[in-house]
């Protein structure tokens, strides 16, 4: 018998209502492919196919299927709605007959990602703690995509520039490196507060933290948000010194953050037999009066 806490109605209301969604999209896209084109679009018929299949196993796990893992049955159904929707895209090239297919694309991505949320969450309610530590974990390395993706794909400038995917694509890794840096200054604020695990000293967790959003910030001050453009004189050297010292501090970021994510996660697992032990289900404990199972994080990851 299962020790997992059974997810909320509305979450699995929520799950059958966009997995309704995926279904009903599924099958105009599926109509559109046969009927508007001279010839019908297979690649895509092939992937809608798939994720008629994902939006059924939605509406399985809205009806209480899968009780033994939901948070894995919605990380299924949004990794398949994902992965099928944009490769579906690109064997129909973009476009069924002369209509576009990136507003519809943009609307998949929206669905799956909201289904994936909803399975996280799941997960995530059963630890006190362990949500915060799962967005700490999300920030740092959406900090380290964003730069990254810009840095390579986009030579460093910060402002979107192009139209359609291209655009979508820029501004997605814009507003993951922008939006991460004022949270890594609230997670740099929180580190000072008084906590229980004190594995690694306040006056080290602080500057830290504080690294990343420093350094991206002086870099785009100096480069005005051309990161990749070269300047003359002096600030070129501070240029190429910020973005040596920038991708010193990503590295650390996603290793952070990927760190903090599978905590975040391994603290809310449990099964049958948990209890507590010195290894990887440490973070698992039982109470001996109630026998109920008590989930904390991690200690060690708490101060990541």
């Known amino acids: 018998m299962s020790h997992l806490p059974p997810p909320p109605k509305s979450l699995l209301m929520l799950t059958g209502l966009l997995s309704g969604l995926v279904l009903l999209s599924a099958a105009a896209t599926l109509v559109a492919s046969v009927a508007i084109p001279a010839r019908p679009v297979w690649p895509l018929i092939g992937f809608e196919v798939l994720i008629v299949f994902a939006g059924v196993y939605g509406v399985l796990a809205a009806r209480g299927a899968f009780a033994e893992g939901p948070g894995l049955a919605h990380a299924c159904i949004s990794g398949t709605v994902f992965a099928a929707s944009v490769l579906g895209f690109l064997g129909a090239t973009g476009q069924i007959g002369e209509h576009n297919l990136q507003s519809w694309l943009l609307a998949r991505v929206m669905l799956s990602v909201s289904i994936g949320l909803i399975g996280a969450w799941i997960v995530l309610r059963r630890t006190p703690g362990a949500a915060l530590m799962a967005l700490r974990g999300v920030t740092y390395t959406a900090a380290a995509i964003g730069f990254a993706g810009i840095l390579m794909l986009f030579d460093g400038n910060l402002r979107p520039t192009g139209s359609g995917t291209r655009l979508i694509a820029h501004a997605t890794l814009s507003a993951m490196a922008l939006g991460s840096l004022p949270l890594c200054i609230l997670f740099a604020l929180l580190s000072l507060a008084p906590k229980g695990d004190d594995t690694i000293p306040k006056w080290m967790r602080f500057p830290s933290i504080l690294a990343m959003p420093a350094i991206a910030a002086g870099l785009l001050i100096v480069t005005k948000g051309a990161m990749g453009t ?72 708490t101060s990541s």
């Open 230 to 301: 070269p300047l003359a004189g002096a600030s070129e050297g501070a240029r190429i010194g910020l973005l040596v010292a920038l991708a010193i501090v990503l590295t650390g970021s996603i290793c952070a953050g990927v760190h903090l994510l599978v905590s975040a996660f391994a603290s809310c697992a449990t099964g049958p037999d948990a209890g507590p032990s010195s290894g990887p289900d440490a973070a698992i404990g039982t109470n001996n009066s109630t026998g109920s199972v008590a989930l904390t994080p991690t200690p060690g990851a």
